[in-house]
């Protein structure tokens, strides 16, 4: 498999020509590895040509996406990418971008908003991690100056989570960033806090005629995601009929007089109340039915992962963490993650092949840190059978850990080895352990099946 090459203005160029030059693109969007386009048309042998570039993992076409999987250096490909084609300015793609599919618009959407903090919301959840395990060595540290700074710095993008998402939103749906931030940042005001707080106690607050729910929205997902949403509709619809030389400050005016209290009163409750009854509903399932919830996510998580729509299930992940203070899917997604480095280890251990066994280590290692694409599109899916290896050690790990109730207390952007501390809990000693026996269980079934099974190991060139 060819290295990854470091000209990534010359990548960006290479991917506009083949995928049929810029005039065919309608959109472009990234996640953690890959760059999503959206194209008017996909002409012949367009995905194997991309496929052959230096510096291309593989192609996938999903959910209405030409997804080319470049892997972590996918951030400066796309920086060139939009440079090329002034994607930031241009909305002459709008409305063929709409005219897609209403579940490929909404991953489409989850991967453009997430994706550029997704590795700032990791970090931070690495820190919680670390200060969890340091705590349960020392516990007189959660007393300390040192312990209280680092806390308040691992919680902070979560707190401020509506912001970050107004950042990233405002750009996807071409509207002004400083308005949606602004708007964002009201949600998660100490006053309407303080407000929010009295009305839980019993206190009635109304805004005009309407009585106010005492919704919080600190670490939510959907109400700033929606309320920027429906804020490029006003804007849009604005900036067309105010005039000109007002347009300055009432367009801001409008839309924030509009749409915080349109979002307190209405979005927000709407969406954060449906957010909550998938969280709710979820946890029913692994309640009742521990073990099918568990090797459902421990057997098919790569799968979303393969045709990109695993961004779809942040919103819940979310809720739960805002609700419980603890989510288990991450749990049982961490088993699925370090079931494929399993199976990438069992490749490198079995093939005779030079190039293969690098490649099997080198995405092992890059599986460590929570980012399977390398090792699904550079082993493991690339030889077929050592997937289906580690979508079975997923599930059996999964359904092993399931029996010790283990879920994680921090959130984890990029679920791997390194967060597996987030399940420690002096309230649920048994959690850690399961987390660790599932681990241990998630590297080595797949392994040992890979190794029993084999694969068509590629000849020496």
Same mark, same amino acid.
């Given at each position: 498999?060819?290295?990854?090459?470091?000209?990534?203005?010359?990548?960006?160029?290479?991917?506009?020509?083949?995928?049929?030059?810029?005039?065919?693109?309608?959109?472009?969007?990234?996640?953690?590895?890959?760059?999503?386009?959206?194209?008017?048309?996909?002409?012949?042998?367009?995905?194997?040509?991309?496929?052959?570039?230096?510096?291309?993992?593989?192609?996938?076409?999903?959910?209405?996406?030409?997804?080319?999987?470049?892997?972590?250096?996918?951030?400066?490909?796309?920086?060139?990418?939009?440079?090329?084609?002034?994607?930031?300015?241009?909305?002459?793609?709008?409305?063929?971008?709409?005219?897609?599919?209403?579940?490929?618009?909404?991953?489409?959407?989850?991967?453009?908003?997430?994706?550029?903090?997704?590795?700032?919301?990791?970090?931070?959840?690495?820190?919680?991690?670390?200060?969890?395990?340091?705590?349960?060595?020392?516990?007189?540290?959660?007393?300390?100056?040192?312990?209280?700074?680092?806390?308040?710095?691992?919680?902070?993008?979560?707190?401020?989570?509506?912001?970050?998402?107004?950042?990233?939103?405002?750009?996807?749906?071409?509207?002004?960033?400083?308005?949606?931030?602004?708007?964002?940042?009201?949600?998660?005001?100490?006053?309407?806090?303080?407000?929010?707080?009295?009305?839980?106690?019993?206190?009635?607050?109304?805004?005009?005629?309407?009585? @106010? !729910?005492?919704?919080?929205? %600190?670490?939510?997902?959907?109400?700033?995601?929606? #309320?920027?949403? $429906?804020?490029?509709? *006003?804007?849009?619809?604005?900036?067309?009929?105010?005039?000109?030389?007002?347009?300055?400050?009432?367009?801001?005016?409008?839309?924030?007089?509009?749409?915080?209290?349109?979002?307190?009163?209405?979005?927000?409750?709407?969406?954060?109340?449906?957010?909550?009854?998938?969280?709710?509903?979820?946890?029913?399932?692994?309640?009742?039915?521990?073990?099918?919830?568990?090797?459902?996510?421990?057997?098919?998580?790569?799968?979303?992962?393969?045709?990109?729509?695993?961004?779809?299930?942040?919103?819940?992940?979310?809720?739960?963490?805002?609700?419980?203070?603890?989510?288990?899917?991450?749990?049982?997604?961490?088993?699925?993650?370090?079931?494929?480095?399993?199976?990438?280890?069992?490749?490198?251990?079995?093939?005779?092949?030079?190039?293969?066994?690098?490649?099997? @280590? !080198?995405?092992?290692?890059? %599986?460590?840190?929570?980012?399977?694409?390398?090792? #699904?599109?550079? $082993?493991?899916?690339? *030889?077929?059978?050592?997937?289906?290896?580690?979508?079975?050690?997923?599930?059996?790990?999964?359904?092993?850990?399931?029996?010790?109730?283990?879920?994680?207390?921090?959130?984890?952007?990029?679920?791997?080895?390194?967060?597996?501390?987030?399940?420690?809990?002096?309230?649920?000693?048994?959690?850690?352990?399961?987390?660790?026996?599932?681990?241990?269980?998630?590297?080595?079934?797949?392994?040992?099946?890979?190794?029993?099974?084999?694969?068509?190991?590629?000849?020496?060139?």
């Amino acid at each position: 498999m060819a290295q990854v090459k470091r000209d990534y203005p010359k990548l960006a160029e290479e991917i506009i020509r083949e995928v049929g030059g810029k005039e065919n693109i309608i959109n472009a969007t990234r996640c953690a590895t890959r760059l999503r386009l959206v194209l008017k048309e996909t002409p012949e042998g367009t995905k194997e040509k991309v496929q052959n570039l230096t510096g291309v993992i593989t192609v996938v076409e999903n959910s209405g996406q030409f997804q080319v999987v470049i892997g972590t250096h996918v951030g400066e490909v796309y920086e060139n990418v939009i440079k090329h084609l002034n994607l930031e300015t241009s909305a002459g793609g709008e409305e063929q971008t709409k005219k897609q599919p209403l579940l490929n618009r909404i991953i489409a959407t989850m991967s453009a908003v997430f994706a550029p903090f997704i590795y700032i919301l990791a970090a931070a959840g690495i820190l919680q991690g670390i200060l969890i395990l340091t705590n349960l060595f020392y516990p007189e540290f959660a007393s300390t100056g040192t312990y209280e700074i680092l806390s308040f710095i691992s919680w902070t993008p979560f707190a401020f989570l509506p912001i970050l998402i107004g950042i990233t939103a405002s750009k996807h749906f071409k509207c002004n960033t400083f308005i949606a931030v602004t708007c964002c940042a009201a949600l998660i005001n100490p006053s309407w806090v303080e407000i929010a707080g009295r009305i839980t106690n019993g206190e009635a607050v109304s805004f005009l005629f309407f009585n @106010l !729910s005492g919704v919080t929205y %600190g670490s939510s997902v959907l109400p700033p995601l929606f #309320l920027v949403l $429906v804020l490029s509709y *006003l804007e849009h619809f604005l900036n067309k009929r105010v005039p000109e030389i007002m347009k300055a400050l009432l367009v801001p005016f409008i839309c924030m007089v509009v749409m915080v209290p349109l979002t307190i009163l209405l979005i927000g409750p709407l969406t954060n109340g449906g957010a909550e009854a998938v969280a709710v509903g979820f946890n029913i399932l692994m309640e009742k039915a521990p073990m099918l919830g568990a090797i459902l996510i421990g057997g098919l998580w790569e799968i979303f992962v393969i045709f990109g729509v695993h961004w779809g299930i942040t919103p819940m992940v979310m809720a739960n963490f805002s609700m419980y203070g603890y989510d288990a899917f991450q749990a049982f997604q961490t088993l699925a993650v370090i079931a494929q480095i399993g199976a990438a280890i069992g490749c490198f251990i079995k093939s005779k092949n030079k190039e293969l066994k690098s490649v099997a @280590l !080198s995405a092992s290692i890059t %599986g460590i840190f929570g980012i399977t694409e390398p090792t #699904l599109y550079g $082993v493991t899916l690339r *030889l077929k059978k050592p997937f289906i290896c580690a979508c079975i050690g997923g599930a059996v790990s999964a359904a092993v850990m399931s029996f010790f109730g283990t879920v994680y207390y921090a959130y984890a952007g990029l679920p791997g080895i390194l967060t597996i501390v987030n399940a420690i809990s002096p309230n649920n000693t048994t959690g850690f352990m399961g987390m660790v026996i599932g681990s241990v269980l998630a590297v080595i079934v797949p392994a040992v099946l890979v190794m029993v099974v084999g694969f068509d190991d590629p000849k020496e060139k």
